[in-house]
């Protein structure tokens, strides 16, 4: 068992190295070599342990569940769907007020359960849905902001990389993570579109509204019926692609790593359909490849700083310090989630989870609050943090992908509070209601 003053060095050492700008898996593996040597100052101890544990961690099946997704949603995304979604989306909404702006939210939503990637959203319907709502009179930081708060749907929604690291960390199962968001996940596309329809009544230059009145809608396709054909047929084959994998998890059809590999393999087929040519396909799995490999070595790393936070007593001291701090069970929650919006402002979500959920999880357990419930509140916690200045990555994102817009940081951080205070409000409702995250994992036992 480590002395106290041990513990703060492993902790004071990780958080130094991260904040000094080491890769996240570098600063694990070193922390965590670190906490084995103090224990057991012997070098084949620690090289023994480190290698046992990267074997079993890479030779876990769950472990390709992350590349398998990644897949399916890089085959939808690059063959038009983002596109094809945001086309049918406003075409179905045009009757509501600010109307491009709620087509933004629904397609995101519905993205999101393709990618599973905030920052890949935020990327695509920079380049989508901006210059629809650009050539409509939209106000520009009202349409980007709401471009980077709906793409925080994209690790909320199911299949979401955040889920698949969480679950691996905590041991929780990944399918009911992944139904477990579901209804939270709409629980924020409810708000946010209450948000849009409510600032363009009252404000009705934020949407454009005088030159929407005049202006016909066209979205790129024109009044060509057929081609508005065709977007539908291929949306709703994706839909049913995403019904069909996430409800063949939920019912036990096949296992979440066998779901993707379905999921791979049908979203290939619809994008051969959609004319995707060989050397696009390669690319894909190059770029899925180039994402997912340091990602599982993040994993690996991080169940080798999970064993040694055990190991040492670094959880349970941070169990005891919490429960034995007097305070009650929602107030230590909002010590979290505080602690989430603060580094969400500093480092990437998965740096997060990593970093945090070891000694967190079992915190939350210890005070009452469901797994499946904490997991959410957490992921919606850490996503707000990626709106949060002044490191918000999802507003660097939108201004990356639009480097001619040539518009400040700020304009777009200060139109997104509405969305990041939609977000603080989805986390007391689960907090409060956690029936919102448990009641749809607990009908399909």
């Keep these: 068992m480590f002395e106290p003053t041990q513990m703060i060095v492993v902790v004071v050492v990780l958080l130094g190295l991260v904040l000094s700008g080491v890769h996240i898996a570098i600063s694990l593996g070193i922390t965590a070599a670190l906490g084995i040597y103090m224990m057991q100052p012997d070098m084949h101890v620690v090289t023994s342990f480190v290698s046992n544990t990267a ?30 979604l945001f086309a049918l989306v406003n075409r179905a909404t045009k009757w509501l007020p600010g109307r491009l702006a709620v087509a933004t939210v629904f397609a995101n939503a519905i993205f999101g359960f393709i990618t599973g990637v905030s920052i890949a959203a935020a990327a695509a319907f920079s380049r989508i849905a901006w210059p629809e709502m650009k050539r409509f009179g939209y106000d520009r930081s009202f349409a980007l902001a709401t471009v980077a708060g709906s793409a925080c749907l994209g690790m909320l929604i199911p299949p979401s990389v955040l889920m698949i690291v969480w679950g691996v960390l905590t041991e929780q199962s990944i399918g009911s993570l992944f139904v477990a968001g579901i209804i939270p996940g709409f629980i924020v596309v409810t708000l946010y579109t209450v948000y849009i329809v409510w600032a363009a009544k009252r404000n009705p230059a934020l ?23 065709d977007v539908f047929r291929s949306t709703m084959l994706v839909i049913a692609l995403i019904v069909g994998v996430l409800g063949g998890i939920w019912f036990g059809l096949f296992t979440p790593t066998e779901g993707a590999g379905v999921g791979a393999a049908a979203a290939l ?16 799995v190059l770029s899925v490849g180039r994402t997912a490999a340091p990602l599982l070595l993040l994993l690996v790393m991080a169940q080798l700083y999970s064993r040694v936070l055990s190991m040492t007593g670094i959880t349970g001291a941070a169990k005891e310090l919490f429960i034995g701090s007097g305070l009650g069970p929602f107030e230590i929650l909002a010590i979290m989630v505080l602690i989430w919006f603060v580094l969400g402002c500093i480092i990437d979500s998965i740096s997060i989870i990593l970093l945090t959920v070891p000694v967190f999880a079992p915190v939350a357990a210890a005070l009452g609050f469901d797994p499946l419930a904490f997991a959410i509140m957490g992921i919606i916690a850490i996503e707000t943090g990626l709106l949060t200045p002044p490191f918000g990555i999802l507003v660097f994102t939108v201004k990356a992908a639009l480097p001619e817009e040539n ?30 995250a448990t009641w749809l994992p607990n009908l399909g036992r």
């Design 407 to 436: 518009i400040k940081l700020g304009e777009i951080f200060r139109a997104a509070i509405p969305f990041w205070f939609c977000l603080l409000f989805a986390i007391v409702v689960i907090a409060v209601f956690p029936q919102t």
């Design 55 to 84: 074997y079993e961690a890479v030779r876990d099946y769950i472990f390709a569940v992350i590349p398998l997704f990644m897949l399916m949603g890089e085959f939808l995304a690059k063959c038009g769907a983002a596109r094809d």
């Design 207 to 229: 949407v454009g509204a005088e030159r929407n009145a005049k202006d016909p809608l066209t979205i790129s396709f024109g009044h060509d019926e057929e081609k508005m054909k």
């Design 269 to 284: 087929l619809l994008a051969l359909a959609k004319g995707m040519k060989p050397r696009e396909i390669i690319d894909v």
